[in-house]
């Protein structure tokens, strides 16, 4: 069994088949032209015959994809007739270019001024011209590629970065999921994934692209991970989520908007956690009741330079509206060695999960955390911001990092613009050292949020990455519920609530037990959001605080695991 | 040489589906038609200048135009900006 990490980019989760998919080499000869006239003929030729390719891939996203799909296209279509790039290509054609050459020069050209391009949106873009390079270079080479639309058999797509003419031409009936080794959770695999349904997962690596075609292969797309080779263990457990997330959503999205109230009249709080613009409305289609987790890592990582405040501002911005008064928790930057951002080059650690990451970079580059808080402050106006700082060890990192956002505040009260006026401040809970000391730490918040995923990694001294030691790593281990329950007593013995983001939020087995406890609030993906209400809405208060109380003596994560099964069938 | 601000208020700026609609309708027109945002410009028939504008939400655009038709392109994208790419 094989496991890479990437970003998480469409959630859901598929087994299958690899289908490798390797374009086809283009070599571009750098032979001098035969004559200008002519190779402006050739150039113009192929360009017609892109126009002609673009108009039937139009029509055919149309049906397949749907219109944001196809309008794709007329980007591409605009760009083949651009008159800047038409009169860039005459220039070097006249100065003796071969059309293959000159195609490859200036579009090289218009690729690169997009990809030094601060704003993630619009650098992005610079795929389409990458895409519309390879259609023309095709043309004048005559050159035809067209594996993925012979796509046959159902399959996970592996491939270094799929561009709109890959996936408008591929057999979506057969497509099972993603994972590329390239892009970021703005690619146009990403989105396309995300509009399908489909699992993805971006920016895998390099070393995806060693994977044989037909290798069975598990896309985890919440998670970010591809395993391949999975043992049999491994597969039924992978096919058991799969069928509960499939199942429990068909079932229960009719009541998805009705709140999670207990059969003794109990109500916690439901919220998404999100990490993309857009977001927000799966999340509130979903039922959500707010934004519990706004990881906004997708503004950091990959970057060469630092997002500015007014970069920052208008990415929140939309988030706050869509959401109006409900609840948004962001959470600062959580980057580091695990969560390469280029522009903060992070040197080699050794142990990057216990190195310079999270708050421990925001509070040694004070300027990069102050203008993350200016720019939440800011597009928090007038809505229901909250404002959570990760992996906080220690009281004295939740001082400092409340003395930032006072500076915040300040800096933006003095240039007179409109912010959020009360901002509930929390800190997440996911080093061991934060929950033992929750009730100190409960006097300096007004919320806590338990990660669990990394509650549980460090508790356990297990990464879960590394499919060696990642048995270990199950968040419903006794251990790591003790600590849970040790959080929950603190905040609330000194009048604060808590609420929990990570995956065990969503996981079924383990919501009986975390409303025991006593959890005021579950964040999770979007799509467990219906099922979780579902099955909060089933269950007493009071006979779940009898199972969390058992839970948290049993001797390991299998034995709780068993007991809370038990305990449902009894009951359904 | 003629010349307009325009304040684009669309969620995504001009990019993705406005771009194309700005570029199509500057395109319809004889007359030489640039657009500036921050001392920087470009054609405004050029879906590639467009784009590398990074024109964001709430930015100002100057567009000016010079031919037989100035005035007239100049109407049709304000009427454009202004109604928001027929967007709600």
């Known amino acids: 069994m094989k496991q890479f990490k990437g970003i998480p980019a469409s959630p859901g989760i598929a087994a299958g088949p690899a289908f490798v998919y390797r374009p086809v080499e283009l070599i571009v000869p750098s032979s001098p032209g035969v004559d200008a006239a002519i190779e402006w003929t050739r150039c113009q030729r192929a360009m017609a015959a892109a126009q002609q390719e673009l108009a039937a891939l139009r029509q055919r996203a149309t049906s397949e994809f749907g219109e944001e799909e196809a309008a794709i296209f007329d980007a591409h279509q605009m760009i083949v007739s651009d008159p800047d790039l038409e009169e860039e290509l005459r220039a070097e054609l006249e100065a003796g270019a071969c059309a293959e050459a000159a195609v490859e020069i200036v579009y090289a050209r218009a690729i690169k001024t997009f990809q030094d391009m601060d704003d993630p949106f619009f650098r992005s873009r610079g795929m389409d011209f990458v895409d519309v390079r390879r259609r023309l270079l095709c043309l004048l080479l005559g050159i035809q590629d067209r594996s993925l639309a012979e796509l046959d058999t159902p399959a996970i797509i592996l491939a270094q970065d799929l561009m709109p003419s890959d996936t408008a031409q591929m057999n979506k009936a057969m497509v099972r999921g993603f994972c590329t080794a390239g892009g970021g959770p703005l690619s146009h695999t990403a989105i396309l994934a995300r509009n399908l349904g489909l699992p993805a997962v971006v920016g895998a690596g390099d070393g995806i692209l060693g994977i044989s075609s037909n290798t069975p292969s598990i896309v985890d797309g919440g998670e970010g991970i591809l395993i391949v080779d999975a043992g049999e263990d491994v597969q039924a457990a992978y096919r058991e989520r799969a069928a509960v997330t499939a199942g429990s959503v068909s079932a229960a999205r009719a009541q998805a908007h009705a709140p999670a109230v207990t059969q003794d009249g109990h109500q916690v709080e439901i919220g998404a956690n999100i990490g993309l613009p857009g977001e927000e409305a799966d999340a509130l289609q979903a039922g959500a009741e707010g934004i519990g987790l706004l990881r906004t890592e997708f503004l950091f990582v990959g970057r060469q330079t630092a997002p500015s405040e007014e970069e920052q501002f208008k990415a929140y911005l939309p988030i706050f509206e869509a959401m109006g008064d409900r609840p948004v928790i962001a959470r600062t930057l959580d980057i580091g060695g695990d969560k390469p951002a280029p522009f903060l080059s992070v040197p080699h650690e050794d142990n990057p999960y216990l190195g310079w990451r999270a708050i421990r970079i925001g509070l040694s580059q004070p300027e990069l955390l102050k203008t993350q808080l200016r720019a939440l402050l800011r597009a928090g106006s007038g809505h229901n911001l909250k404002i959570m700082f990760p992996m906080i060890a220690t009281i004295e990192e939740i001082e400092a990092a409340r003395h930032l956002l006072d500076e915040a505040r300040g800096e933006l009260e003095a240039r007179g613009q409109a912010l959020a006026g009360l901002v509930e401040v929390g800190t997440m809970v996911e080093v061991p050292s934060a929950a033992l000391m929750a009730d100190h730490l409960a006097t300096q918040v007004d919320f806590f949020s338990i990660g669990s995923n990394d509650l549980t990694q460090y508790t356990l001294a297990a990464d879960r990455g590394n499919p060696a030691v990642a048995g270990l790593t199950d968040s419903l281990h006794p251990a790591v519920l003790r600590l849970v329950d040790q959080v929950i007593r603190s905040a609330h013995a000194a009048g604060i609530w808590v609420g929990l983001c990570g995956e065990l939020a969503g996981d079924l087995t383990a919501i009986p037990v975390l409303l025991g406890l006593g959890l005021d609030e579950f964040s999770m993906g979007a799509a467990a959001i219906p099922g979780a209400k579902a099955l909060i809405r089933r269950l007493s208060r009071s006979e779940a605080q009898s199972l969390a109380g058992e839970a948290l003596s049993q001797p390991n994560a299998r034995s709780v695991r068993e007991l809370v099964q038990r305990w449902m069938s009894d009951r359904t | ?88």
């Not at chain 2, 054609?43 to 037989?68: C, H, I, M, T, Y």
């Not at chain 2, 038709?69 to 202004?82: H, T």
């Open chain 2, 1 to 88: 040489m003629p010349e307009i601000k325009l304040i684009v208020r669309n969620k995504v700026g001009l990019h993705a589906r406005p771009a194309v609609l700005f570029v199509q309708a500057a395109q319809r027109f004889q007359s030489e038609i640039r657009a500036i945002k921050d001392g920087k410009e470009g054609n405004a028939k050029s879906f590639k200048a467009v784009l590398g504008l990074a024109v964001n939400q709430n930015d100002e655009v100057v567009v000016r135009a010079e031919g037989p038709d100035a005035e007239q392109a100049l109407s049709a994208l304000a009427k454009l900006v202004e109604e928001n790419f027929g967007e709600p």
